[in-house]
Nanobody, 123 residues
Framework: QVQLVESGGGLVQPGGSLRLSCAAS????????MGWYRQAPGKQRELVAT???????NYADFVKGRFTISRDNAKNTVYLQMNSLKAEDTAVYYC?????????????????WGQGTQVTVSS
């Protein structure tokens, strides 16, 4: 299968910035879409941003103009640059990726999640 490992979370003051990274590893044949989701306490997981293999992006309205998603296909890594952070951005941020991975004969679909990284925005 394919494993995703996030990094870059932490505590930041309102108005500050953080950059999240998520690296995929395993017997990867192809990664299609990579994305970031978040889940705040007592709330459902929600989409933050996604990016396709050719760089097409999609953002939730609440992060437009503040967050930027990017990816390095050679490194199988997706990034989320978060600027102008607000208290309501506090959540666990999860990385997601889908695509195909090698098996003994041929390839199979995968849809993997990372373990999550905590982002806390507080003064």
């Amino acid at each position: 299968q394919v494993q995703l490992v996030e990094s870059g979370g932490g505590l930041v003051q309102p108005g500050g910035s953080l950059r999240l990274s998520c690296a995929a590893s395993g017997r990867i044949f192809r990664i299609n879409t990579m994305g970031w989701y978040r889940q705040a306490p007592g709330k459902q997981r929600e989409l933050v941003a996604t990016i396709t293999s050719v760089g097409s992006t999609n953002y939730a309205d609440f992060v437009k103009g503040r967050f930027t998603i990017s990816r390095d296909n050679a490194k199988n890594t997706v990034y989320l640059q978060m600027n102008s952070l607000k208290a309501e951005d506090t959540a666990v941020y999860y990385c997601n990726a889908d695509g195909r991975y090698y098996v003994l004969v041929g390839t199979r679909d995968f849809d993997s999640w990372g373990q999550g990284t905590q982002v806390t925005v507080s003064s």
